[in-house]
């Protein structure tokens, strides 16, 4: 069917060199899920992890003794990951992807991947847990800065984010704190 193969005009829009980032985005992304499985989805496991051990011990103590994470818990986690992909993530991938910097072309992209893998590869090797979205956040705020002098870059929406990656910490304690505050004593 003709309709559907690429037309020769759209062919002939890619450069050479765009061509060849195209291509490489492809793969520095799947090294970057690699990263993100390795980091973020690590994160929601263990505490997934910590309250089933908990459950099937009947106490706090055996949840942080390091012991081996069941494989379906893993698979629980990841495929939570995945359901939040699917339903949340485009909005994510509209606002970093088109929102936050006017123009990310195929290098840009590249840039943006393989600095956010980098940076979360390194990190979960270290063993510090990090965002890959924040990672990410600030690839294409300082690629956009740069490259632009800042035009490109939404500052008010980056101000947006900014604050709530600030707000994120205490409102996440004030929900643990409210919780232990009502279950703590069903548990006694």
């Given at each position: 069917d003709a309709s559907s193969a690429p037309s020769?005009?759209?062919q002939a829009a890619i450069s050479p060199t765009d061509a060849m980032f195209r291509a490489l985005l492809v793969y520095?992304?799947?090294?970057?899920?690699?990263?993100?499985g390795a980091n973020d989805t690590a994160n929601s496991t263990g505490p997934l992890s910590a309250i089933w051990e908990t459950y099937r011990s009947s106490g706090a103590e055996a949840a942080c003794?390091?012991?081996e994470t069941p494989v379906w818990v893993?698979?629980?986690?990841g495929g939570c990951v995945a359901f939040g992909v699917i339903v949340f993530g485009g909005?994510?991938?509209q606002t970093i992807g088109k929102?936050?910097?006017?123009?990310?072309?195929?290098?840009?992209?590249?840039?943006?991947?393989?600095?956010?893998?980098?940076?979360?590869?390194?990190?979960?090797?270290l063993r510090y847990p990090v965002s890959t979205t924040h990672c990410k956040v600030g690839s294409?705020?300082?690629?956009?800065?740069?490259?632009?002098?800042?035009?490109e870059v939404d500052w008010r929406l980056f101000g947006k984010i900014a604050v709530t990656w600030v707000l994120t910490l205490p409102l996440s304690m004030a929900i643990s704190a409210?919780?232990?505050?009502?279950?703590?004593?069903?548990?006694?």
């Open positions: 020769s005009q759209s520095v992304a799947a090294l970057e899920s690699f990263g993100h003794s390091g012991g893993m698979a629980v986690a909005h994510v991938i929102d936050l910097s006017s123009t990310i072309d195929f290098r840009k992209g590249w840039c943006v991947e393989f600095s956010t893998t980098v940076t979360v590869v390194v990190a979960t090797v294409v705020v300082f690629l956009g800065a740069y490259v632009s002098g800042g035009k409210l919780g232990i505050a009502i279950f703590e004593p069903m548990i006694r």
